[in-house]
């Protein structure tokens, strides 16, 4: 069973990728050919999903415009001969459906998920953070296997994880498992922990199969780390009140690639660049000349 409906926010600042993110969203940055956000919306289309609700904010209108239809470029590429460039389009006719809704205040992640509450309902739904790509080109289908044991096993929610090194635990949500393997149950998460504090090195990846419960939860919940309402706590509140939460392991083809800042951004560039099959090869020789790396 597929989940429908997939919950996009894309309204933050990105202010640590200033100056590239003044009057660009973040989501739109480029990593090999496509912009982060183009990846994003593949991998949900991949694993079934119907509809796509951007949580957006002021500047982010490049992003409804990439999802559009341009007749006019379809067009100029037609009559000009450049019909081989037309592939370069095809994600414009897949069969999803995009809704947008804005974010009016940046209060957190926890809040841009509250603004999806009335046109989701009572349906259970996928959070997907915009500036996260899950795994090389986007091909992962840890959603599916989010979504079966949200199902299977009857939870309020469903998170991937993926360790990260002790040191990083302080930028994440971290799980507290209640034992370990590939699909865990979660005693709690606790949002950005100290290194000693951690109950352990698993950082949410930027990907949530959520029950509808959760809106009751963040309706409820108070500002936390950073003054924001924070997704996390909600959650954690969802636990205590004895919901069944479950955590799911990225494997290791299933790399998670966060934009956020402009260290993981060039490698993500670097990556996807050298893994592309017409430009690759030629990047990877000037590399190793820049680098002064034998040939191989
Ligand atoms: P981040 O916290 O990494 O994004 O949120 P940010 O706030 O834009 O980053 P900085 O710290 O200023 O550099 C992860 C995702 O959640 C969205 C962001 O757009 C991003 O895709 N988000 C975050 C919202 O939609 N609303 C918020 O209030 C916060």
């Not at 989940?3 to 003044?22: F, H, Q």
């Not at 509809?51 to 904010?57: A, E, H, I, S, W």
């Not at 865990?184 to 419960?213: G, Q, T």
Request: with cysteine.
């Amino acid at each position: 069973m597929d989940i429908e409906i997939a919950v996009v926010p894309v309204a933050g600042l990105g202010t640590r990728l200033l100056p590239a993110t003044k009057s660009q969203p973040k989501e739109m940055l480029p990593v090999g050919r496509k912009p982060v956000v183009q990846y994003v919306v593949e991998e949900l289309t991949r694993v079934g999903t119907k509809q796509v609700l951007f949580v957006t904010g002021p500047g982010k209108a490049s992003i409804e415009n990439h999802f559009d239809l341009n007749g006019e470029l379809i067009q100029t590429l037609r009559e000009s001969g450049k019909e081989e460039l037309l592939a370069e389009l095809a994600f414009e006719r897949s069969a999803v459906q995009y809704f947008y809704t804005r974010q009016r205040q940046l209060l957190g992640l926890g809040h841009a998920v509250l603004c999806a509450k009335s046109f989701v309902g009572r349906r259970p739904f996928i959070v997907a953070l915009g500036d996260s790509i899950i795994g090389m080109h986007a091909e992962s289908d840890v959603v599916r296997r989010m979504t079966r044991c949200f199902f299977e096993r009857d939870a309020v929610a469903v998170i991937a994880f993926e360790e990260v090194p002790r040191d990083e635990v302080s930028h994440y949500g971290v799980a507290a498992p209640v034992s370990p393997g590939d699909v865990f149950e979660l005693a709690d998460v606790v949002e950005k922990p100290s290194a000693e504090e951690a109950p352990s090195n698993l950082a949410i990846a930027a990907r949530y199969v959520l029950s509808p419960a959760v809106f009751d939860a963040l309706e409820e919940t108070q500002p936390g780390k950073g003054g924001e309402i924070q997704l996390t706590d909600a959650l954690r509140a969802l636990i205590r009140q004895g919901g069944k939460a479950y955590g799911v392991r990225l494997t290791g083809g299933e790399r998670r690639y966060d934009i956020g800042n402009f260290d993981a951004y060039f490698q993500a560039f670097v990556e996807f660049a050298l893994a592309d099959p017409k430009h690759g090869e030629a990047l990877r020789r000037h590399l190793e000349e820049l680098l002064h790396v034998p040939h191989a």
